[in-house]
């Protein structure tokens, strides 16, 4: 039974696990010839990789020679109206080879075809999901009205569930750049996505492209004058920063098959020479050895199939609760991973591979054995690798164990963090249509509005932002401090345009100066109000109010009249994820902004409210969810809020192992030593001797691989660290807790088989030699 456990929880686990990784990294992706297709960003020196600007991909996009099919998209935020009440969609706005380029069909009527890039008709083509949530599905939708942003569009095709593109875009309409975007080469709008030609390269690509660049840097040095191309393959853009996460699962796989298979082969060990005298007599009466070792393989097989069932089931409980997100939830794409055929035919060749590497050398030995007339002790050799197996399998779990320790204080004080301002407060997104409100004074004026309007209910109290700290990290801005000679690229801030009330909304206190009022209008002098972290970055040695700063682009500076506390986001690699510039709306007016609605008593009431009076204003804008405030602060969570559970779920699998690994050892022991600790007892050794015996050099092997485990602590945690960022300081008494509770365990483990060893007939075993 042990056997099969073990077989369940390595196959159960090391399967989920290669369900998510070959779904992530090995699957090929479902475009026509997606091995071939790159994607290619601009980099700068000291702001990274961002989008193309338009104006440069339609300077090389017909001069590269080693792409074909290239295309473009820009991702848009829209109200969609068609059958049913307003919704936010997000779409993208795509150049004419962008369907061409993917080579997916659509499931009803057409992609955008030329005439649609001409301006000859307003098509849309919607994503099956779409199309069931907005159309119902409905078979004969291809030729139905549309209205996106205000404008109305006609509905040309949809297309299969299946498609996942970057951004997971909802619908697809032309993009037909107007004269300002051709000539655009500040903003970088142009999602750049291409097809190698055959024989051709990323590598060969890239070299091309910066031939380019650089006569694009010296005909335009004011806007491109430090950016070149990077071209890098498409799931690799897909992928985003997850490769360390990659790596790390599947080393814990790779070590929990390690450990299951020292483990099994231990228990084959143990179990065998239990059989010794009924292998005596198959020998015996002429069974050829070849055929006793093939039925003992056959018997393990058996329980390596039936334990392997269940961790197939085991495997799929994984994927369900787990899926791509294990990975990262911020994956550009949205990989579906599942236990099928691939996953199945890999989960057969892993089976055979233990079974292969564990199960014959102990079927050889035991058959062996049964041959001699006297039992033959384990050679030293033996001896010594297993307890080196026993004592590492010790130390990695103590040492892993004592950092998922700390891993999951520091979950706990960062989520701790998150939560500062609990209760009944929710967020809701709005977007308004650049179409229809073109220019900031008409954002203004609807936010003005509706700000004012929701002030006067009693249902409610809202407050506004367009960043709600500490969200997802979306971009940042960069800006120059008067009287510094310091380039600007090396100064960047996270920026939120706010309305009054918004700090005492998300429970950010004032530490010095005054904070946003509605005093700052837009024709007062412009201010700002800062975060604690950026004033250390920036002003370390001095006291910030009063001093101004001009973000790259404004024209106007602004004058920081307050200093606020951070709203941590520890676990960020980025430093900017503390860094924030508050500025007042009215003065930086935004197309989007996030309302802070705290209800009055129940939710419902605040919630008709908000639509009432959002409908009043504009009956086609929609709003998106209601979403707790807690929920879209600790956002950043979930990524290392479900990584932390998988570390936790598999040191939990490695300590069980572990400890069924001494278990097997000990019996092991009282099986090979079976005569010896029967003559022990027939020349007046008690029961506690014998056990005595068999566990302190078990015991003297778990102290020694504590010990190992302790003093690997800082390497397995900075391994951590890297993943997971970083851990909170490490308490010496937590490493030595776990490890005294891991001994008392491993005590335990150790003691069962030993008091039945213990508790055998002596005198009938010495009778049976």
Same mark, same amino acid.
């Given at each position: ?26 699957? #090929? ?191 335009? #040095?004011?806007?491109?004058?430090? &950016?070149?191309? &990077? ?11 997850? +490769? ?15 450990? %299951? ?41 058996? &329980? ?36 099928? %055929? ?23 030995? !035991? ?12 050679? #030293? ?142 024709? !007062? #002098? ?41 709203? +941590? ?61 807690? +929920? ?40 090979? +030593? ?82 039945? %060893? ?12």
């Amino acid at each position: 039974m042990l056997v099969a456990t073990l077989f369940a929880l390595s196959i159960g686990l090391a399967g989920g696990l290669w369900a998510v990784i070959d779904a992530v990294a090995l699957r #090929p992706l479902p475009y026509r010839e997606g091995d071939r297709l790159v994607v290619v960003l601009e980099r700068h020196p000291e702001r990274g990789s961002m989008f193309v600007t338009p104006a440069n991909f339609l300077d090389w996009i017909d001069r590269v020679s080693t792409l074909q099919d290239v295309a473009g998209s820009s991702a848009i935020e829209a109200n969609l109206t068609g059958r049913d009440a307003p919704v936010r969609a997000i779409g993208s706005k795509v150049t004419e080879r962008f369907f061409d380029l993917l080579g997916v069909a659509p499931v009803r009527g057409r992609a955008l075809g030329v005439a649609d890039f001409r301006g000859e008709g307003r098509g849309v083509v919607l994503h099956y999901g779409l199309w069931q949530r907005q159309f119902h599905g409905d078979p004969d939708v291809v030729g139905a009205p549309v209205v996106i942003d205000g404008e109305s569009y006609t509905v040309v095709g949809v297309m299969p569930r299946e498609l996942k593109t970057i951004g997971q875009a909802e619908f697809w309409i032309p993009w037909i750049m107007s004269p300002e975007e051709r000539g655009e080469r500040r903003f970088h709008l142009v999602g750049a996505i291409a097809r190698l030609r055959d024989r051709q390269s990323a590598g060969d690509a890239q070299r091309e492209l910066e031939s380019i660049y650089s006569q694009l840097r010296a005909a335009h #040095p004011d806007t491109t004058g430090d &950016w070149t191309a &990077w071209v890098r393959p498409l799931r690799d853009v897909m992928l985003g920063d997850s +490769r360390r996460a990659l790596l790390l699962l599947g080393t814990a796989a790779a070590l929990l098959i390690l450990v %299951a298979s020292v483990n099994i082969a231990g228990l084959l060990l143990a179990w065998l020479p239990s059989r010794r005298q009924e292998l005596m007599v198959r020998l015996a009466i002429g069974a050829p050895a070849r055929r006793v070792v093939g039925q003992l393989l056959t018997e393990t097989a058996t &329980w390596a199939i039936a334990g392997s069932a269940a961790g197939v089931a085991l495997a799929a409980a994984f994927v369900r609760l787990f899926g791509a997100v294990a990975i990262s939830p911020a994956l550009e794409y949205d990989f579906e991973p599942r236990i099928d %055929a691939r996953v199945i035919a890999a989960t057969i060749v892993l089976l055979a591979s233990i079974v292969g590497a564990t199960a014959v050398v102990p079927c050889l030995l !035991a058959v062996r054995r049964a041959r001699d007339l006297v039992p033959r002790r384990a050679a #030293p050799s033996g001896l010594v690798a297993r307890r080196i197996a026993i004592a590492a399998q010790v130390a990695m779990c103590v040492a892993l164990l004592s950092t998922t320790t700390t891993l999951l204080a520091s979950f706990r004080q960062v989520a701790s963090l998150a939560s500062r301002n609990p209760g009944a407060a929710v967020g809701i997104d709005i977007s308004l249509p650049e179409n229809r409100y073109r220019d900031e004074a008409s954002q203004r004026d609807f936010f003005d509005r509706l700000l004012t309007n929701l002030a006067t209910r009693s249902e409610l109290q809202v407050a506004a932002a367009s960043y709600v700290p500490p969200a997802r990290i979306w971009g940042n801005v960069r800006f120059e401090i008067e009287g510094r000679s310091t380039p600007s690229d090396a100064q960047t801030t996270l920026l939120t345009a706010v309305s009054s009330g918004i700090f005492d909304a998300l429970g950010v206190a004032l530490v010095r100066g005054r904070l946003i009022e509605d005093r700052d209008a837009a024709a !007062a #002098p412009r201010v700002g109000v800062i975060s604690a972290a950026l004033a250390r970055r920036y002003w370390p040695n001095d006291d910030p109010i009063g001093h101004r700063i001009t973000l790259v682009g404004d024209t106007g500076p602004i004058m920081i009249v307050g200093l606020v506390d951070d709203v +941590r986001q520890p676990l960020s690699p980025d430093p900017r994820a503390e860094s924030v510039l508050y500025l007042p709306y009215r003065q930086f007016p935004l197309s989007y902004m996030t309302l802070i609605v705290v209800p009055a008593r129940d939710l419902a009431p605040a919630l008709a409210a908000v639509r009432e009076e959002t409908s009043r204003l504009d009956p086609t804008q929609a709003l998106g969810p209601a979403r707790s405030l807690d +929920r879209i602060r600790g956002e950043w969570l979930e990524q290392p809020r479900l990584q932390t559970r998988i570390v936790t779920l598999f040191g939990l699998c490695t300590v069980l192992l572990t400890l069924i690994g001494l278990y097997a050892r000990v019996a092991y022991a009282a099986a090979s +030593r079976s005569r010896e600790l029967a003559i022990r007892q027939a020349v007046g050794a008690g029961p506690a001797q014998v056990v005595r015996a068999l566990t302190v050099e078990t015991v003297i092997v778990v102290l020694g691989g504590a010990g190992m485990g302790l003093a690997m602590l800082p390497v397995t945690s900075s391994l951590v660290q890297t993943t997971f960022g970083p851990l909170s300081r490490v308490d010496l008494g937590v490493p030595a807790a776990v490890a005294a509770l891991f001994g008392v365990a491993a005590f335990g483990s150790a003691y069962w088989p030993a008091r039945r %060893a213990a508790r055998l007939d002596a005198a009938r075993l010495l009778r049976s030699e």
